[in-house]
């Protein structure tokens, strides 16, 4: 009935791109906006996954990484947050357009293909149930199953659990993001 329901209305309504909302074949971005997102390639920072303009070697750690060392060992990112990006990350999370979710899994799963092959399980970041329910579904945990099918990983669904409900992050900067999930998972600093 659901699939069926999808199904008219993909027929009534055609795809829109997912930041300019101009009519697409198929799912995700028009050309145009898909020719802007700016995929984060080598050489970048070892550490913070950050991009180098040049490639000074192997190995190399970005200043900020030297000067503020952070908490986790290494991080990788597939695009640069821009205005398409963002847009991006918003309609998944927000704008109910989970049919965002294949590719940009596959896009995660292959920037964080030297982590994932070292990693036993990949834990998505849970919600708050009180969100998970507004929202119906958690898209970390749904781009969770999606890189670890890439990769052969398994998901640890649960191996964390928030337990205060913390303001949305968006249009937060990067202090008041750490600021806001303080004391969201026990054992956090
Ligand atoms: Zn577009």
New binding site residues.
């Given amino acids: 009935m659901r699939a069926s329901l999808a199904r008219v209305l993909d027929v009534a309504l055609p795809q829109l791109?997912a930041?300019?909302r101009?009519p697409v074949d198929g799912a995700g971005?028009?050309p145009?906006?898909w020719s802007q997102l700016c995929f984060i390639a080598p050489p970048y920072c070892e550490r913070l996954g950050t991009p180098f303009p040049f490639d000074s070697g192997p190995g190399m750690l970005s200043m900020e990484a030297i000067a503020d060392p952070p908490a986790y060992h290494r991080a990788r990112a597939a695009v640069r947050y821009d205005d398409i990006s963002s847009k991006l990350v918003h309609a998944l999370k927000y704008g109910d357009r989970l049919d965002l979710a294949p590719t940009m899994g596959r896009w995660m799963a292959n920037a964080g293909r030297e982590l994932l092959a070292d990693a036993d399980a990949i834990v998505p970041v849970p919600l708050h149930w009180r969100r998970q329910w507004m929202r119906r579904f958690n898209q970390s945990a749904l781009l969770a199953e999606i890189i670890a099918k890439a990769r052969g990983r398994m998901v640890a669904h649960g191996a964390l659990k928030r337990v205060k409900a913390t303001p949305h992050q968006v249009g937060l900067g990067k202090s008041e993001r750490a600021e806001n999930v303080q004391g969201g998972f026990p054992g956090a600093r």
């Fill in positions: 791109c930041t300019c101009e971005l028009c145009a906006c």
